[in-house]
C-alpha cells in the first residue's frame, strides 16, 4: 500500500523582529494588552521597502526541507502552495516558487485555506500520492502578512497578531502495509461565516474592484469578528478531534503530540483543557512567531522535530480552525 510519509521539514522567516514593545510606537496597545489576549511576545515581519513575496519565504523554507529529505528540485512531482497573501493577485504563487526551483514543466497547485492551509494540502497530497499520480509533493504553507496590515490604532486588533513566516514539508510515497504517514484526515466549511474573518477588496464581485472609497473605508485591510471566531475555535476543535480519532481508530492517548493553528494562545490552551491534555502534549510557538497561518502548523512541526519532540514512530494530531471558515485535522505517524 502506498503511504504519504513526511520525510523532511523546514522553516524560514525574515530577519526583522517586531515585538509588542515595537507596536506601540504605531499604535495605542501595550505589551501587557496584547500578550493577555493572544500570548504573543514578538512576529517576524519583512523589510519594508523591499520587494519580498510569499514565494521568496516558500522557496528558503522548501530549500532547508528538500536538503533534510535528500531531495532535488528535479524530484518533486507535485508543488502544493497555501497561502493567503500570494505574491499576485494572479497568478499563484505555486507557479512562481516552482520557477525559483529551477523547474519548467512541474505543475503547480495553490489552495486558499488560509489557517487550514496546510492540512487541507496534506489531505491533497495524501490523495495523489495514493491514488499514484505523485510519488514526491512538496507541500508549503507561507504568509507575507505585514505589508497588508492596518498599522493604526483602528487595525490593531487583528494586526497584532499576524507574522510574516513559511515553512515546507516533502511528502513521499512510501509502500508499506505498515501503519505509518497520513493515517487519516477530516476536512469542513461553514461559507455562512466568510465574513467573520476576510479581506474584503480588491474583489470581483465590485465593479471596479479596488475604488477610492474602498481605500478610504479601509476596506482593503483584513476584519476579523474575534468573538465568533473564539467560539467557533473552542467548539469546533474538540469536535473534529473526535472525529479524525474515529477515523483512525485511534484514541488520545496514541497522540505523542498534537500541533493545533497558532491563531491565539487563549484559544489552544482552552482546547488542551477541554480535552484534558497534558499540557507538554500540546505544542505552542504562537509567542515568537505570531499568527503565521497556512505557515503556521509546518512551521511549529519544524520546530518541534528540530527539539526532539517529533521523530521517528511519533504519532502527531494537526488541527485548525480558520477563515472560511474552515477547520480540519490530520494525523500523521512518523
Known amino acids: ?10 522553516r524560514y522567516v525574515p530577519p526583522r523582529v517586531v515585538t509588542n514593545a515595537d ?5 495605542d496597545t501595550s505589551d501587557e494588552w496584547i500578550r493577555q489576549r493572544t500570548g504573543i ?27 533534510k529529505a535528500g531531495w532535488q528540485a528535479e524530484d518533486i512531482d507535485l508543488i502544493i502552495f497555501a497561502t493567503l497573501s500570494p505574491d499576485l493577485f494572479f497568478p499563484g504563487s505555486g507557479c512562481l ?7 519548467s514543466a512541474t505543475p503547480a497547485l495553490d489552495i486558499r485555506q488560509q489557517c487550514t492551509g496546510f492540512i487541507y ?21 507561507a ?100 472525529e479524525v480519532l474515529e477515523a483512525t481508530g485511534l484514541a488520545l492517548e496514541d497522540i505523542d503530540l498534537f500541533i493545533p493553528h497558532q491563531a491565539n494562545f487563549r484559544i489552544n490552551q482552552f482546547y488542551q483543557q477541554s480535552m484534558k491534555l497534558p499540557e507538554k502534549k500540546v505544542f505552542h510557538n504562537i509567542q515568537r512567531y505570531g499568527n503565521t497561518t497556512a505557515a503556521s502548523i509546518p512551521l511549529a512541526l519544524d520546530e518541534a522535530v528540530e527539539m526532539g519532540l517529533v521523530g521517528q514512530g511519533s504519532t502527531v494530531m494537526f488541527l485548525g480552525l480558520g477563515s472560511g471558515l474552515t477547520w480540519a485535522a490530520a494525523v500523521h505517524r512518523f
Not at 124 to 137: E, H, K, N, P, W
Not at 172 to 197: C, F, K, R, T, W
Open 23 to 27: 507596536l506601540t510606537r504605531w499604535m
Open 1 to 10: 500500500m502506498k503511504r504519504a510519509v513526511i520525510v523532511g521539514t523546514g
Open 143 to 242: 504568509e507575507v502578512h505585514s505589508s497588508g496590515l492596518d498599522i493604526s490604532t483602528a487595525g490593531r486588533d487583528v494586526s497584532v497578531i499576524f507574522g510574516d513566516g513559511a515553512a515546507a514539508v516533502c511528502v513521499e510515497a512510501v509502500d508499506s502495509d505498515a501503519p505509518l504517514g497520513v493515517l487519516g484526515s477530516v476536512l469542513h466549511a461553514n461559507g455562512a461565516l466568510a465574513e467573520s474573518l476576510m479581506t474584503e477588496a480588491p474583489a470581483s464581485r465590485e465593479w471596479p474592484r479596488l475604488t477610492e472609497a474602498m481605500l478610504r473605508e479601509r476596506r482593503h485591510f483584513p476584519t476579523m469578528d474575534g468573538k465568533s471566531i473564539f467560539k467557533e475555535a473552542v467548539r469546533r476543535l474538540p469536535e473534529v478531534t473526535r
Open 97 to 103: 516558487l516552482q520557477h525559483k526551483l529551477g523547474l
Open 41 to 67: 511576545e514578538q512576529r517576524y515581519w519583512v523589510e519594508e521597502g523591499v520587494r519580498t513575496g510569499a514565494s521568496d519565504l516558500g522557496l528558503a523554507a522548501s530549500q532547508r526541507a528538500m536538503a
Open 121 to 141: 494540502g496534506l489531505a491533497t497530497a495524501d490523495a495523489y500520492i495514493r491514488s499514484g499520480m505523485a510519488r514526491r509533493i512538496l507541500l508549503v504553507g
